[in-house]
């Protein structure tokens, strides 16, 4: 069965700073796609940024970036220039190529001190 | 089209009762997708739908739970003779593709 950790439950990081977030996953498929989202206090689950396994190029969307490292089974998050508005529960998670069901982790509370 | 809606947000109920959540996806998505959440853990998946068929059911969905997507476009979902242990954040997602869901806000319940 596929597994997602998240072994960091709480991080901060100094406004404008930078600040990366952890995450391994466990899976025998070779073609699968991995996705950060972030969920704020009111609770709606918003997608911060996806990879997909058969690109070594990492993703980047704006302040965003990860670094996949496949062999390794690792999908971090950087989060660059830190803002007050970053300030929320991070989730990482798995989906296989059908992408009919998403494997979360426990997430991240991130803390964006002022 | 805002994106996913669901209804109610909050729903507070006995034990024993039943309830159900509306879940209204975007338009053109035809994959729909339920999930539960408990406080200070990842969503667990429910259920799948492609259009109006539901294609994947995980264990954690008891005989208490059904959910239905009549027209391939809004689904419901039903739990009966709710249990203390239902009380959790009920999450819909929607989306065309493996892309990545939209999720809704979800609906909060609560049973006491």
């Known amino acids: 069965a596929q597994t997602v950790t998240q072994s960091q439950p709480e991080m901060s990081v100094q406004e404008a700073e930078t600040v990366t977030l952890s995450c391994t996953y466990d899976?025998?498929?070779?073609?699968?796609?991995l996705f950060w989202y972030k969920q704020p206090p009111s609770r709606q689950m918003i997608l911060v940024i996806r990879?997909?396994?058969?690109?070594?190029q990492n993703a980047t969307e704006n302040r965003f970036s990860v670094n996949f490292q496949k062999a390794a089974k690792s999908f971090s998050l950087k989060i660059s220039d830190s803002q007050l508005g970053d300030a929320a529960m991070y989730f990482c998670?798995?989906?296989?190529?059908?992408?009919?069901?998403?494997?979360f982790g426990t997430g991240t509370s991130l803390t964006v001190i002022p | 089209d805002t994106g996913v809606s669901q209804n109610p947000r909050h729903k507070i109920t006995k034990r024993g009762q039943n309830v159900t959540f509306r879940c209204d996806p975007i338009?053109?998505?035809?994959?729909l997708y339920w999930y539960r959440q408990t406080l200070g853990q990842g969503p667990e998946f429910l259920t799948y739908?492609?259009?109006?068929?539901?294609?994947?059911k995980s264990r954690l969905l008891s005989d208490r739970f059904s959910a239905e997507r009549p027209k391939g476009s809004f689904s419901t979902l039903e739990i009966q003779r709710t249990e203390q242990g239902d009380s959790a954040m009920y999450l819909c997602?929607?989306?065309?593709?493996?892309?990545?869901?939209?999720f809704g806000s979800g609906t909060r319940l609560t049973v006491v």
């Open positions: 997602a929607s989306s065309f593709s493996s892309y990545g869901y939209t």
């Open positions: 899976t025998s498929e070779s073609d699968y796609y």
């Open positions: 990879q997909e396994a058969y690109k070594q």
């Open positions: 998670a798995y989906s296989n190529n059908t992408g009919n069901q998403f494997y």
């Open positions: 338009s053109e998505h035809n994959r």
């Open positions: 739908f492609q259009n109006e068929a539901q294609l994947e």
